[in-house]
């Protein structure tokens, strides 16, 4: 199982896939989590439809290397939606709104890429793809601790190559990915 | 010589009958002037109808391109905000992944 897993994550590292779906598939119905703002101690909400996508690209200087790679990663892309939560309180956040999001990756060409349950931490993520027709065409993340949840849904082709390349940058964390892997090579 | 002079000025103030036509000639010139009157305003409130539609299209356009530029620095604010949080949780994940497949573990599967 854990060779799957990080066989998985590192397929995931290398997908690169292209699509000519419409930005209405993979797209997740992420719930409204209305009186969640007044709870939690910091909300990111992020809704990027194919317009502001755009928009937003415009912005990226492509003289600057850092924005040209975010360029490059969001070729494809056809939406990002995300919704994150922190509160001051454990469980403060109704878990039935999470698990809504979860059922509806059960749905067909959703397959999970990886799950991380971590009973000591009390964090789960769970990370899935939308295959169709033998091509990923959305990416779902759900990770939550007792304080705080994170829903990013992507939809359209996503090239985690050149997302990777973004690691470092703007606060991205290095995943440092190919180094593992090639680590766990020499080993073997 | 003073007589000559009386005669002279009543024969030239004597009543004349006006040619015929003349009062409506006089009306048509009235209503001539008027309409050259008017349409001169008219053609001044055109012009200033006209300049103050091209300054409130300058100025609707600058606001626009304000507008548009702090909504295109949002998003792109909120796209990179969005790519940092997906990375942060990719590597949770592939952190716990590692974690996992190299003992000792912090990691309990639950089945997974």
């Known amino acids: 199982m854990n060779a799957f897993i990080k066989h998985s994550l590192i397929l995931l590292g290398a997908l690169s896939l292209c699509t000519s779906a419409t930005a209405a598939e993979g797209q997740l119905k992420l719930p409204e989590f209305g009186g969640l703002a007044d709870k939690a101690s910091e909300v990111v909400t992020i809704t990027l439809d194919p317009a502001l996508l755009g928009l937003a690209a415009r912005f990226l200087d492509p003289a600057k290397p850092e924005d040209a790679a975010v360029r490059e990663a969001i070729v494809g892309i056809k939406g990002i939606y995300v919704r994150s939560y922190k509160f001051d309180e454990d469980f403060a956040y109704p878990r039935a709104d999470v698990d809504s999001v979860r059922k509806q990756l059960t749905a067909p060409g959703w397959q999970r890429l990886v799950e991380v349950r971590s009973r000591k931490q009390q964090q789960n993520v769970d990370i899935y793809i939308l295959v169709e027709q033998e091509r990923a065409n959305g990416l779902a993340i759900i990770a939550s601790q007792p304080r705080e949840f994170t829903i990013v849904n992507i939809v359209g082709s996503i090239d985690m190559r050149k997302l990777h390349e973004l690691e470092g940058q703007f606060g991205i964390p290095k995943l440092e990915l190919e180094q593992k892997n090639e680590k766990n090579e020499q080993k073997k | ?112």
Do not use: C
Not at chain 2, 33 to 46: F, G, L, Q
Not at chain 2, 69 to 89: D, P, Y
């Open chain 2, 1 to 112: 010589m003073s007589k000559d002079f009386e005669q002279q000025l009543r024969d030239v103030l004597r009543p004349v009958e006006p040619e015929e036509g003349f009062e409506q000639r006089v009306m048509a010139r009235i209503a001539g002037e008027r309409s050259r009157a008017r349409s001169k305003v008219t053609r001044w409130v055109s012009v200033a109808l006209a300049a103050s539609a091209a300054f409130a299209a300058i100025l609707g356009t600058h606001e626009w391109q304000v507008r548009r530029e702090e909504q295109g620095l949002e998003a792109r604010k909120q796209l990179i905000e969005a790519l940092r949080l997906t990375g942060e949780k990719l590597d949770v994940a592939y952190q716990a992944v590692n974690r996992e497949s190299s003992p000792p573990t912090d990691v309990d599967g639950s089945g997974a």
